[in-house]
């Protein structure tokens, strides 16, 4: 419930309602203050979905400007023709600068060991708004990399630069692994011979992808 919250910020940040959208998403708006409250990944998927095209902001107000819709596609557009998935991710975080300068993205590699790390450079007021878009640029690269490859990428460990939520069960589901809390950036470790494999997907596999592209990052 709490990243429906944060959307329910981005709306109000606007000065939009966002009754409508939670009532396609069947979410009861008195709900979104029970920190107990969870909600089923349809709801989320209609919620956010319904959010960007009304605010036509797929980043959904963590950032100062607006990423209007089609931007993260834009992103896997310019990567999907990379050698490599190191290349592509490279390029992925490269080009997210881009788009916004409120986060910065780098790929390291220490050895066996790589990390996309996530450094705050204009982070959102609201906590939520800020643990929501670390999540989800994080989720979206994750997923995006395993698409690329065609093979679901083990995470060693994820880590956030942010206090353990009260809902931290939930990252045991959105980043399967060792997750830790309070670190110096957020970031994603795994091993670093994913980056010497191919790419398996195409601009035509890409292109179908797309279509369903918010059931796929919400799942």
């Not at 990428?153 to 630069?161: H, N, P």
């Not at 369903?212 to 799942?219: F, K, Q």
Request: charged share 20%; hydrophobic share 45%.
């Amino acid at each position: 419930m709490a990243f429906a919250h944060a959307i329910v910020l981005a709306y109000r940040a606007q000065g939009k309602d966002p009754a409508a959208a939670l009532a396609a998403a069947h979410i009861a708006p008195e709900s979104l203050q029970d920190a107990g409250a969870r909600i089923q990944g349809s709801q989320l998927e209609c919620l956010s979905g319904q959010a960007m095209r009304e605010l036509d902001d797929e980043a959904l107000g963590w950032f100062g400007r607006r990423l209007p819709w089609g931007s993260y596609g834009m992103l896997a557009r310019a990567s999907v023709s990379a050698a490599t998935l190191g290349l592509a991710l490279k390029r992925w975080c490269r080009h997210h600068g881009l788009l916004t300068e409120d986060i910065a993205l780098r790929l390291v590699v220490h050895g066996d060991t790589a990390e996309v790390r996530l450094d705050d450079r204009a982070p959102p007021t609201h906590p939520l708004l800020r643990e929501f878009c670390h999540v989800s640029v994080l989720r979206n690269i994750h997923g995006l990399a395993c698409w690329f490859i065609d093979s679901r990428i083990a995470l060693q460990e994820s880590f956030f630069a942010f206090a353990r939520p009260t809902h931290h069960d939930a990252y045991a589901v959105l980043f399967p692994g060792p997750v830790q809390f309070g670190a110096a950036c957020s970031g994603l470790r795994f091993d670093a011979r994913y980056l010497q494999l191919p790419l398996q997907r195409d601009e035509a596999a890409l292109r179908q992808m797309l279509q369903r592209a918010l059931p796929l990052t919400v799942l």
